[in-house]
């Protein structure tokens, strides 16, 4: 299941962090921080570090001794990462996605493929569940490979009974296409205004282009207007729950606190979102 939402700041980790500890009560839960650029799961989760590891993406590495300067490379590649010049090969990391056209195409294997450092996974365990979060390293401008290796290491690591909560990255660009394409169910989360109303509409053109079975949950419910609702309503979108507009959930926020343990009517929305969500899976089933 994942998190996602049309902008930042809907409250896609209010909303996962505090859902994956509510679900933990009653099943094996593993909550994934995909928003590789800025991870801000970790800031609510306390739990034992037990494994780390650094993250790689490759890059080809032009050879010189056995270039002949034939150009191939420069035509196959379709994001520009390579450049012939009149006597070298130029080569932009930061543009290349990995896709080994030019290395597997070069008549003279003169560009493979190496590994370059792009960032960091962290695994932890924390008293109820498993939380694992990948950052990116400064400069690097992909987030799309470190995500595809966070997902691979959770599907590797942790059993299909597990239940995995991937916190999405905001907006409808490439990093949350991968993180959600191979999501069972997609929760976005959205506030009442008229900037939420837009940016849920990326969001939900974009779950219809993917073929993604989702919900909406309006966060900060109380301000703004109905028209979420009203668009909700006339699109056939399930509304499972609303989470309440309070002080008391900010200033819980600010200090790295879970708020469904002190404030009752949250605890109650999850509660719907949590039998939302397994009826779905005892539907799938059946």
């Known amino acids: 299941m994942a998190i996602a939402s049309g902008k930042g700041g809907t409250g896609k980790t209010t909303l996962a962090t505090n859902l994956a500890s509510y679900l933990a009560e009653s099943r094996s839960v593993v909550l994934v921080d995909l928003d590789v650029e800025e991870p801000n799961s970790g800031l609510f989760i306390k739990g034992e570090l037990r494994h780390r590891e650094d993250t790689f993406k490759m890059v080809p590495v032009w050879d010189k001794n056995k270039c002949t300067l034939c150009g191939l490379c420069q035509k196959v590649c379709n994001f520009h990462s390579i450049i012939k010049m009149v006597n070298q090969i130029m080569v932009f990391p930061e543009l290349c996605h990995g896709c080994y056209a030019c290395s597997e195409l070069c008549p003279v294997e003169a560009l493979p493929m190496a590994g370059e450092k792009m960032g960091e996974l962290k695994?932890?365990?924390?008293d109820l569940f498993s939380f694992v979060e990948s950052r990116l390293d400064i400069g690097q401008e992909q987030a799309v490979p470190l995500i595809a290796q966070t997902i691979a290491y959770v599907e590797k690591n942790f059993p299909i009974e597990v239940l995995k909560v991937y916190d999405s990255p905001p907006g409808t660009s490439c990093p949350v296409i991968e993180a959600t394409k191979d999501a069972d169910?997609?929760?976005?989360?959205?506030?009442?205004?008229?900037?939420g109303l837009h940016?849920?509409?990326?969001?939900?053109?974009?779950?219809?282009?993917?073929?993604k079975r989702f919900a909406v949950v309006i966060n900060r419910y109380g301000i703004g207007n109905d028209d979420v609702l009203r668009y909700c309503e006339d699109a056939n979108i399930p509304v499972p729950a609303k989470l309440p507009n309070k002080r008391r959930i900010a200033e819980l926020y600010s200090r790295g606190r879970l708020i469904y343990k002190k404030i009752p009517e949250v605890e109650r929305e999850l509660e719907k979102i949590a039998d939302y969500i397994l009826g779905i899976n005892d539907r799938k089933k059946t």
């Open 123 to 126: 695994y932890f365990e924390t």
């Open 185 to 195: 169910f997609v929760i976005l989360v959205t506030e009442p205004t008229p900037f």
């Open 199 to 211: 940016d849920l509409k990326l969001a939900v053109e974009t779950m219809r282009a993917l073929e």
